[in-house]
């Protein structure tokens, strides 16, 4: 190419001074229209035609004409005579035209010489310097504009060099394998044998691939003319020609890529066989017969061969590829294989061979052809080298890894601002910072205070440099992507911490960058992500762990041992969408994605973290602590408690009803509400809903019309002209057109059965399930919605409250400026100061705005036993979890909302306008001796404990066990939870009248539990927060 | 390393707080914001000393919050490289192992722990050494040198050596002490 566009600016320039002198010289037009034309034809000349194919080219066109005539007469004459004919005529006008040709050629050639001799500058003196000036100006600018034009152009022009019909032909000729090149040779000669004797071929050129063994292209217009050309020479077999498409004459002589010379200690990878693969390392290269000696671990079954020699051949092992394995010549001799000892003639070194197989120090010695090694975008990794690197053999560590990395490492990758150190020559070990890169050179500025001047290495000569702590990121390789802290750097090779999964990660210093950027590595392979649950193989389910450049680390779905596979794309077959699954825990309570569960058996015994994929009954937990497998537990649900929730069989048959109670909506999102936060409820229609008719939600009505007529139901939710109604006598919520609706409605009755103020409630909860804007609801007025009646009869719905699992919200957006009724309750709890010594806002009434209902939260129900101000945030003590103190109290505000505490009912009568009585009087009043409590303590796991003594304090000395044998603490009503009875426990009614009544529980009713007294033996009905367990 | 810097920031006040003690609630949620944050630029707020100036407030449309600027002082927390730490072990696998430095967690890597001590699993993994005086266990307290840091929005974290003199086991929980 270089050749060609010196050519093109000799046109250029002939042009420019073609156009100077235009006005003068005016004699040489035609030789200038010679010129042109010729050009004309340069360009459509193809690629890989050298000159002398040129020249004929031009001959060619312009006997152009005079063939044709030929060739229209012998039409209908038998081609190859034709051709033969033909042949011979052009020869005789071929031999004229070339002698008569190359006179022009030379003519031409003179000639243009001629125009370079020429001086620009006129030859008159007399010229006035301006006009001079004016010339110059006009002669470079003229130059700049055409050059731009040719840099824009290339492409198109090369598009334009493409061949076309009217090139030559190129054919593909079979010859002797192996003796290609001598053939392209044999034709040149004959080309320039012919040529003395006056005569000529009619061929092109000739040319031998060596990638392409047995074949051989020449180029030429005709079959014929290839054919006449390969008469006679031994080594071609001309009677098979074949002729390449247009298309791909292009790609029979571009250069894929600058082949990488494979020199001495470079690292190849064998493409075949069955060290398919493999690193080697080359000991030896023989370019003339392209071959190469590398060195291997070899990959040889010692045992196998040793039963091949004894003639126990066992065929079905062959599919078998043995484990690289550096061999040891002394277990060759031991297994009796006979070892020979040869010293290489050349070299003299000496060689263990057995089997026709030659060894060195346990490497396998192999003589290969260079085809079969690739020694392209060879990136050995860490591992790859310290296998390779034979045990024992430390001394050679730093060369082999060095001797890789220079002999791998990239072009242009060092940076400006790089640090490196110079590893090579008189400056080694001198420090300095990159200033700027060149092609082949590097500059650099010494970090040495007496060496001010910049200094010019070569590529080779330096290496990246870092410190320990560097920050840093892995440009390539097996870790690409992923960034770390350096831990320790020896030599050229960096141990890193990787920032997320908190390992190791051996890098060469080569392949980092300093960074401060923070990332898992990949997280992104194909449709597959960090973390997902995906099916792989045939049955096999599992979440990613780690993304490599390649596969993933998969944690496989199997419970109580973690299982880490090495998965590749192509074996991923899909991800498994499991945010609906469900699963149940070892009480029996549902577990569903997000919730906090904590491992209860097994291995991984005392880990917890919310649950991050459910497959069938296997759990994928998150437990940020664990420091392997990505923090990945894989569990099975039975072996894991739901956090937060109560332990209650019980709990299960309530949800039941619950489900039957709510509309399905509602109580979806009590489920699920509290961990992801961001999903919005699916209620948020009916929210709109009641806005716009908030007299008609909640109230009984008969339905006139259609065909639910007679039916009477409450009334869920209102949308625009259609009403959904809970049936009283159906257990399921039908959806009905308003106008079918009798015009009398009636308020709900209050009996028990009815759960109107348990969807009532949903209304006042709405501010906690928009934690996003809890300014923005309209709450502040309490008439209108339901809740007030609540606050007025909380006993009444009081029974929701033990059994629904709740959760603190878990931001501290609690400071819950929001809600008006906390601060109409108005008070002392705001003060810092306040003698409880809770959080600020914690004992006030109204927080229970901002807990949603639900949850599975350890410390749900805890009140965090903080220092005032506790809510800011502390990562650092994970197990609790930032969320406000519960209030013991707070729940009975909201009527039917499941976000009640079993601990707390006593607070039922309690007004909101007086939360003094909130605190610690009611508390201190359902701790009764010999109930059965869990203990939960910040920092602590919840423990069982039996209440021993009541203290007059309010206090309670308990017992750890289920029997109160254990330790004895002092402890506060908020850090006791009450444990739910169940059916057939003694219990001890905590609340009202009958309060320390003792008797068994005989069955449950939803939120009622049916109570066998002990001392009167009457069956009494009480509501389940009032009971409590006692120990047996 | 422990500094005691003035800082600004904005505090927004629910209008309910607006009263005799608003200056206090003022405090007080300036202290609720602030304590125990993080930044890059300051590290740990580990303290508000003292509010020293509360600006004049801005009354935001629409909510009627008020916006105030506080100046406080207070106590930051900023780990550096090259600082000695004396900090608690939290965690030890074989790896190396976690400690903290009240709020900020540092990791000690298996390459930056002396060669002669070396990782012992079991049921208290510890790294000992080979006669067993030198024992650095869960909650064993240990000098450090830190070489590297990472601030997060929310954290810190840090890498230390004990591989240098007078660092490294300084308490020990089985000593009794």
Known sequence: MGHRREEEEEEVEEEEEEEEEEEEVEEDEDEEEDVKSNRKRKYKRSQFIDDVAEEDDDEEEEEAPRKRKHRRASEFIDDIAADASDDEEEEDEGEEDFIQDEGTDLHEEEDRQRMHRRPFLPRDDQEDVEEMEKLIQQRYSARQDYQEYDEETTDVEQQALLPSVKDPKLWMVTCKAGHEREAAVCLMQKFLDLRTQGQDLQIRSAVALDHLKGYLYVEADKEAYVKQACRGLRMIYSNKVMLVPIKEMTDVLSVESKSVELAKDSWVRVKTGIYKGDLAKVVDVDHVRQRVTIKLVPRIDLQALAAKLEGKTDEKKKAFVPPPRFVSIAEVKDMRIPVDRKRDPITGEFYDTFESHLFKDGYLIKNVSTKTVTAQNIEPSFDELQ????????????????????????????????????????????????????????????????????????????????????????????????????????????????????????VFADHVVESSEVTSGLTKLGEFELHDLVYFDQTNVGTIIRVETDGCQILKAVPERPEIITVKLRDMRKKVFDRNSRTQDHFMNEISLKDIVRVLEGPFKGKQGPVEHIIRNILFIYDRHYLENGGFICVRGRSCAA????????????????????????????????????????????????????????????????????????????????????????????????????????????????????????????????????????????????????????????????????????????????????????????????????????????????????????????????????NAPSPYLPSTPGGPPMTPGAPVYLPGTPGGQPMTPGTGGLDAMSPIAGGQETESRWGLPDVVITLRRPGEDAQIAVIKEVLSDGSCKVALGQTGTGDVFTVNHSEMELVVPRKSDRIKIIHGDLRNATGKLIGIDNADGIVKMDDTLDVKIFDMSNLARMHS | ?????????????????????????????????????????????????????????????????????????????????????????????????????????????????????????????????????VKIQKDSEVRLKIVGTRVDVTEIFCIGTIKDDFLGLIGDPTAGG
């Not at chain 1, 200033?435 to 080779?460: G, I, M, Q």
């Not at chain 1, 702590?469 to 690409?480: F, I, P």
């Not at chain 2, 602030?34 to 508000?48: I, K, L, N």
């Open chain 1, 387 to 506: 296998k390779f690197q034979k045990p024992g053999d430390e001394k050679s560590s730093d060369a082999v890894g060095l001797a890789s990395l220079l002999a791998n490492r990239k072009k242009g990758h060092f940076m400006k601002g790089d640090a490196v150190v110079v590893i090579e020559g008189d400056l080694k070990n001198l420090m300095g910072i990159v200033e700027k890169v060149d092609e082949d050179s590097v500059f650099v500025k010494p970090k040495y205070r007496n060496l001010k001047a910049t200094l010019t290495f070569k590529d080779k000569q330096l290496c990246k440099f870092f410190k320990t702590g560097d920050h840093v990121k892995v440009m390539s390789g097996k870790h690409e992507g992923t960034t770390g802290m350096v831990v320790k750097v020896d030599a050229h090779i960096l141990v890193i911490l990787s920032d997320t999964t908190k390992e190791d990660i051996r």
């Open chain 1, 643 to 870: 956090l937060g929730g109560s332990r209650s069989s019980a709990n299960v048959s309530n949800l039941a009803t619950n489900l039957m109670k709510l509309p399905l909506g509602a109580n979806a999102s009590q489920n699920r509400g509290s961990f992801n936060g961001g999903l919005p409820p699916p209620a948020g229609g009916r929210h709109r809903g009641r806005r716009r008719e908030d007299g008609l939600i909640g109230k009984t009505i008969k339905i006139r019309l259609g065909p639910f007529k007679g039916y009477r139901g409450r009334v869920v939710d209102v949308i625009d002209s259609s009403v959904r109604i809970e049936l009283e006598s159906q257990m399921k919520v039908v959806t009905v057109n308003r106008d079918q609706l009798r015009d009398t409605e009636e308020m709900a009755p209050s009996y028990r059965e009815s759960p109107r103020y348990g969807a009532g409630s949903e209304t006042p909860m709405h501010p906690s399930r928009t934690p996003m804007h809890p300014f923005m609801t309209p709450m502040r007025d309490p008439t209108a919605t339901p809740f007030h009646d609540g606050m007025r009869t909380p006993m009444r719905d009081r029974a929701w409250n033990p059994h629904s699992p709740m959760t603190p919200l878990r931001d501290s957006g609690s400071w819950d400026d929001a809600n008006p009724s906390t601060w109409n309750a108005g008070t002392p709890q705001y003060q810092p100061g306040t003698p409880a010594g809770r959080p600020y806002e914690a004992p006030t009434p109204g927080t229970v705005w901002t807990s949603t209902p639900t949850g599975s939260f350890s410390e749900a129900g805890t009140p965090r036993d903080s220092p005032p101000y506790g």
């Open chain 2, 1 to 133: 390393m422990f500094f005691h810097i003035v800082l600004e920031r904005k505090i927004q006040l629910h209008p309910r707080h607006f009263g005799p003690h608003l200056r206090d609630k003022l405090i007080a949620k300036v202290i609720q914001e602030v304590e125990g944050t993080c930044s890059g630029r300051h590290g740990f707020v580990v303290a508000v000393t003292n509010v020293s100036d509360v600006g004049k407030g801005l009354i935001r449309d629409g909510t009627g919050f008020v916006t105030f600027p506080v100046k406080y002082d207070c106590v930051v927390f900023r780990p550096f490289r090259g600082e000695i730490l004396e900090s608690v072990v939290t965690m030890v696998n074989k790896m190396g192992f976690f400690a903290e430095a009240g709020p900020v967690q540092i990791f000690v890597s298996n390459h930056l722990i002396p060669d002669d001590m070396e990782f012992q699993s079991g049921d208290v993994p510890c790294y000992a050494t080979s006669d067993g005086l």
